[in-house]
């Protein structure tokens, strides 16, 4: 009997890998070999049934033959039989060794994917703080834009305000209105400052006010020896009623109003009054009427009058949708 060494075994399993149809080969001789087994056993079986025919047998060796030909075809089928299975078993290790490489594969496949949607959710959240953080960032830089916007704003506004008060005043002492009286010069410098630059930063910080007023009373010292006392209401307005007719009218159009409270610019509409008295034709007495139909103070200083021409011109502005009075 030959010996199957290992490899003998290894080539046949490379051989039954690379052709196929060997082991087909191998299952269909098997069945063939146990279909022949099954037909010398139906024979033999037949056979028994007869004493005579089991001594024919015998003596002429059928029996004997038969028995060795079911025996070599069992032999064979048997070794086919094992070739296969152990093919099988061959095939079967590998399998379940791929099987178990593949599982092992897709185990860390798994957990590799549940690492990377770990972290992507924690870069999600990540990304999403960052965000908050920009947009955060994002609306301090804005305001602060926004705040030194303003504050350039309002640095602006106050060197336009500080420039035009200096200009107003330097026209002023150059002798620009030396020929009106000094309450008709003070409206006209207060008048000119409350519609410009000086009048739009006032609104929101008074900071230059007092100077103002403290500067209408040193120029009205300087250039027209008014005293800082009290001086009758009457003497500054008859000083305004002997002024020039064009420079009347232009005071009379640059302090009218569509302001229905005349209370509330009283000193402005007295003084409109007067200078819309006919020249040398009124008394002291008119004009004393007029304070007293506006109930105006009888004394002013250069402070309070001031005071008082600038505030009405402010509310004018006011009723004219200018800009609201900061007083």
Same mark, same amino acid.
């Given at each position: 009997?030959?010996?199957?060494?290992?490899?003998?075994?290894?080539? #046949?399993?490379?051989?039954?890998?690379?052709?196929?149809?060997?082991?087909?080969?191998?299952? !269909?001789?098997?069945?063939?070999?146990?279909?022949?087994?099954?037909?010398?056993?139906?024979?033999?079986?037949?056979?028994?049934?007869?004493?005579?025919?089991?001594?024919?047998?015998?003596?002429?060796?059928?029996?004997?033959?038969?028995?060795?030909?079911?025996?070599?075809?069992?032999?064979?089928?048997? $070794?086919?039989? !094992?070739?296969?299975?152990?093919?099988?078993?061959?095939?079967?290790?590998?399998?379940?060794?791929?099987?178990?490489? !593949?599982?092992?594969?897709?185990? $860390?496949?798994?957990?590799?994917?549940?690492?990377?949607?770990?972290?992507? @959710?924690? @870069?999600?959240?990540?990304?999403?703080?960052?965000?908050?953080?920009?947009?955060?960032?994002?609306?301090?830089?804005?305001?602060? %834009?926004?705040?030194?916007? #303003?504050?350039?704003?309002?640095?602006? %506004?106050?060197?336009?305000? %500080?420039?035009?008060?200096?200009?107003?005043?330097?026209?002023?002492? *150059?002798?620009?209105?030396?020929?009106?009286?000094?309450?008709?010069?003070?409206?006209?410098?207060?008048? *000119?400052?409350?519609?410009?630059?000086?009048?739009?930063?006032?609104?929101?910080?008074?900071?230059?006010?007092?100077?103002?007023?403290?500067?209408?009373?040193?120029?009205?010292?300087?250039?027209?020896?008014?005293?800082?006392?009290?001086?009758?209401?009457?003497?500054?307005?008859?000083? %305004?009623?002997?002024?020039?007719?064009?420079?009347?009218?232009?005071?009379?159009?640059?302090? *009218?109003?569509?302001?229905?409270?005349?209370?509330?610019?009283?000193?402005?509409?007295?003084?409109?009054?007067?200078? $819309?008295?006919?020249?040398?034709?009124?008394?002291?007495?008119?004009?004393?009427?007029?304070?007293?139909?506006?109930?105006?103070?009888?004394?002013?200083?250069?402070?309070?009058?001031?005071?008082?021409?600038?505030?009405?011109?402010?509310?004018?502005?006011?009723?004219?949708? #200018?800009? !609201?009075?900061?007083?």
């Amino acid at each position: 009997m030959t010996t199957v060494t290992d490899n003998d075994q290894r080539e #046949l399993e490379d051989l039954l890998e690379k052709i196929p149809v060997l082991q087909d080969k191998h299952i !269909v001789d098997l069945v063939n070999g146990l279909e022949v087994v099954k037909d010398h056993i139906r024979v033999r079986e037949r056979s028994n049934n007869s004493f005579f025919q089991r001594m024919v047998d015998a003596f002429s060796g059928k029996s004997a033959l038969r028995q060795k030909q079911i025996d070599q075809n069992l032999s064979t089928g048997f $070794e086919s039989a !094992v070739v296969w299975l152990e093919h099988l078993q061959a095939q079967q290790i590998r399998s379940d060794r791929a099987l178990a490489h !593949v599982t092992y594969k897709l185990t $860390e496949t798994r957990a590799g994917v549940q690492k990377l949607a770990l972290r992507h @959710l924690e @870069l999600e959240n990540e990304v999403n703080l960052l965000c908050e953080r920009m947009g955060e960032l994002e609306e301090r830089f804005l305001w602060q %834009m926004k705040e030194a916007n #303003l504050r350039l704003d309002s640095i602006d %506004m106050r060197q336009s305000a %500080m420039a035009q008060m200096h200009k107003e005043f330097d026209r002023w002492e *150059s002798g620009s209105y030396a020929g009106f009286s000094p309450l008709a010069q003070l409206t006209i410098v207060l008048e *000119s400052l409350s519609w410009g630059a000086f009048g739009k930063y006032d609104v929101q910080n008074s900071e230059f006010r007092e100077q103002l007023f403290d500067k209408c009373i040193i120029t009205l010292k300087r250039l027209e020896g008014v005293p800082p006392r009290l001086i009758p209401t009457k003497e500054w307005l008859s000083a %305004m009623s002997k002024d020039r007719a064009i420079a009347k009218e232009s005071l009379i159009y640059m302090l *009218s109003s569509s302001e229905n409270n005349h209370r509330k610019v009283a000193l402005n509409t007295a003084i409109k009054d007067t200078l $819309e008295l006919q020249p040398n034709a009124h008394t002291g007495k008119d004009i004393e009427a007029i304070i007293q139909r506006w109930d105006l103070p009888y004394v002013f200083n250069g402070r309070t009058l001031s005071k008082r021409l600038y505030k009405e011109s402010c509310v004018r502005l006011e009723s004219e949708g #200018l800009y !609201v009075s900061g007083f």
